[in-house]
């Protein structure tokens, strides 16, 4: 059982699962730069099939329905876990780049632990 009054250093190791924190670093922006690669191409595929929508409605089908929910899925998948990873983190937990406290880190928790699943 964890205590309330405990500070979060002891709960999480410094640098997490790297060695130095010039790894975690790098760690932090490749995952902040894939996850706006991935919202970038999601938001294209949702915006072709929201113009096609705006044309003419009969005209989607079931398959570009699925992949315009995929695609906001992924959207706040990659913008909540990805992009804002490491600045949801508790400040006090002395990871690179953590900012948050731990109603930001249950945020990012409620994105992450449904969507694994989806």
């Given at each position: 059982?964890?205590?309330?009054?405990?500070?979060?250093?002891?709960?999480?190791?410094?640098?997490?699962?790297?060695?130095?924190?010039?790894?975690?670093?790098?760690?932090?922006?490749?995952?902040?730069?894939?996850?706006?690669?991935?919202?970038?191409?999601?938001?294209?595929?949702?915006?072709?099939?929201?113009?096609k929508w705006k044309e003419n409605r009969s005209s989607i089908d079931p398959y570009q329905r699925i992949m315009a929910m995929c695609s906001v899925y992924d959207i706040l998948y990659s913008f909540f876990v990805w992009f804002m990873g490491t600045w949801m983190v508790p400040s006090e937990a002395g990871w690179v780049g953590a900012a948050g406290n731990t109603a930001t880190c249950a945020v990012q928790g409620l994105f992450n632990t449904p969507m694994l699943f989806g």
């Open positions: 059982m964890v205590d309330e009054d405990m500070p979060l250093s002891t709960l999480y190791s410094p640098y997490s699962c790297f060695e130095t924190p010039a790894n975690e670093a790098l760690n932090a922006l490749i995952s902040k730069s894939t996850a706006t690669l991935s919202i970038m191409g999601s938001s294209h595929i949702l915006t072709l099939v929201c113009m």
